[in-house]
């Protein structure tokens, strides 16, 4: 399970079909972790909001520089004020997934 | 103009952002844009290789400051421009690469010269952008040169399938170009008081500044600046030009080829005032070991450069020229008289050592000589190796823009094809190649490009016939065994240009080329010349990789 501090940061990108490898492109090449990440779309379609869960270090505040270059992302903020323990959720869906 | 195609708006929009020339190749994937492009007024410049394209358009970019376009075709053309792409995004040069792309309907299916640009360009890239539909272009083409230019610049890639290019629409009017809106950088009254509290406070302040200051065009105010304050100005490869070399407070590059004084220098500082740099670790050296007693103040306009690598006691997220702006005039003035006595007599006695052998081949001496026949305002290109360090150190660099030379990304092959950019977009001025018989043979094949032209690029080859400084990192490092480094096989270059139409000359028998160098020097038009140097010489001093910058090799 998730043994080390995480925290969320809440991001509000433009919706298009690139938009999930330039984040997800920016935490391989920076050599940060993802732990998880949950997107929907808000509003009507054009921006979606992106949960990503991340460990609380000292890589923190570079990431959040990082990720608000991006020009497709429009906000980005640290939540850690968000249940991370969601993201167990996503776990026990992994769970059931498994073949028994 | 009611109907237009994706090529068609293409070029139109690059035609309105200014662009004359274009660097490229053609190929299946591009062939509309190509098209479009026979009936404008844009001079197109076959490259040899995208690679050569890519890098003419550094040439263009990083001797004008404006954003220059490369073409190349989808798959190879695509992959073929990523090292140049790459480069300009760690020297943050403003290029924007229009590739083609395989029609919409057949990208995912492996189709002939398919690669996945976006994706690939993804991690190099400023931004990128693959177009849907002749529609997007209209906005991503002016947006693309907006983002290149604005802020830190940087390389955009937009590709375009093929269809798109093809997909005519109705196009009532093209937008205008918008100048390029830049924000305002009004400094925080609170910042400007703690930095000059920390200016007074410091005893022994020095300026380091790197290749934003050429960017933001701050030569000025940088040099008004450490007058007024009396603060020495240490430079990085990038930084090169932004300060009269002769110049008292000039202390010189600083880092892993820095002079022994510079990295002193840099040693004993209590407070550097890091302007338009990102600490690179070719100029930090071991960063716990950088500058280990002085505070820092980082001005940069890359918010993500703060506290990247070095913490900073104040940092300033601005344009250069407009924060200096507004801090000169709230800068006391400082004689500063212990300070700088004091780095005048680090200067004096921890110089660069001129060779101790009078040998006119020696590199150093070559590159003096060079030096003094050159045009004073020629602009100088390098390839990667010893020579480029060479060149660094004993070229007075006195402009901005006048050195070009691959600095975070360190590529070898890019000093040619950049000085047929720079002679380009620069027709007036002599353009000199300094290259190494290993980096000319990445790029050779735009010899064939020079003569295209005709441009008044002078390409001379320091040859040792080896990769000098990997066989220098193998003689201090790695007990002496040159694994890999040394050429079997010697090419004649001059006979090699010559095939190109090119006049060049093999030196060597003569026992002092200045005569050759001046006649290369002063005829119009392009030359080569193969310069034998000894493979013995390395580039000194050296700071051994990952160690601290006080550890020097050599004088």
Known sequence: MIQQTNTIIELEVQNHAGVMSHITGLFSRRGFNLEGI????????????????????????????????????????IRPDYDHTLFDKLHDLIKIGKPA | MPQMNGSEIIIRLLEKQGIEIVAGIPGGANLPLYHALSGSKIRHILARHEQGAGFIAHGMARSTGKAAVCFGTSGPGATNLLTAIADAKLDSVPIVAITGQVPSSMIGTDAFQEVDTYGMTLPITKHNFLVRSAEELLCVIPEAFRIAESGRPGPVVVDVPKDVQKESI?????????????????????????????????????????????????????????????????????????????????????????????????????????????????????????????????????????????????????????????????????????????VKSLKKNNALQPPKISDPYH?????????????????????????????????????????????????????????????????????????????????IQELATIRDHDLNVKILIFNNGNLGLVRQQQEYFYEKVYSGTQFESLPDFAVIASGFGIRSQKLGNEPDPSNALKEALDMKGPVLLDIPIHVAENVTPMVPPGSANSVMIGE
């Not at chain 2, 892993?256 to 740099?277: C, F, K, P, Q, S």
């Not at chain 2, 720079?422 to 018989?437: H, M, R, T, W, Y």
């Open chain 2, 363 to 443: 590199p150093i001496h070559l590159l003096k000589t060079i030096n003094q026949l050159a045009d004073p305002d020629a602009i100088y290109t390098t390839d990667v190796g010893q020579h480029q360090m060479w060149a660094a150190q004993w070229i007075p660099i006195t402009y901005p823009r006048q050195f070009l030379t691959s600095g975070g990304l360190g590529t070898m092959g890019f000093g040619m094809p950049a000085a047929i950019g720079a002679a380009l977009a620069n027709p007036e001025k002599q353009v000199i190649c300094i290259s190494g018989d290993g980096s000319i043979l990445m790029n």
């Open chain 1, 38 to 77: 949950l997107c929907g779309q808000i509003g009507d379609g054009s921006a979606s909001r992106m949960y990503l869960l991340v460990n609380e270090d000292k890589f923190l505040e570079q990431i959040v520089r990082q990720l608000e270059k991006l020009y497709d992302v429009r906000s980005v903020t």
């Open chain 2, 170 to 342: 109705h196009v009532d009017t093209l937008s205008e170009m918008d100048s390029p809106v830049h924000p305002k950088y009004e400094l925080d009254l609170d910042d400007i008081s703690l930095f000059n509290e920390m200016l007074q406070k410091s005893e022994k302040p020095v300026l380091l500044i790197g290749g934003g200051v050429i960017m933001s065009d701050a030569i000025e105010q940088v040099s008004a600046f450490a007058r007024k304050n009396n603060i020495p100005v240490a430079t990085t490869l990038m930084g090169l030009g932004c300060f009269p070399p002769d110049d008292l407070l000039y202390i010189g590059m600083v880092g892993m080829h820095g002079a022994r004084y510079a990295n002193m220098i840099m040693d004993e500082t209590d407070l550097v005032i890091a302007l338009g740099m990102r600490f690179d670790d070719r100029a930090t050296g071991k960063v716990d070991a950088f500058c280990p007693n002085a505070s820092i103040i980082h001005v940069d306009v890359d918010r993500s450069e703060i506290d990247k690598i070095k913490t900073s006691s104040l940092s300033i997220i601005a344009d250069l020229s407009t924060a200096l702006d507004q801090l000169l005039p709230t800068v006391e003035e400082n004689m500063r008289s212990d300070w700088i006595e004091h």
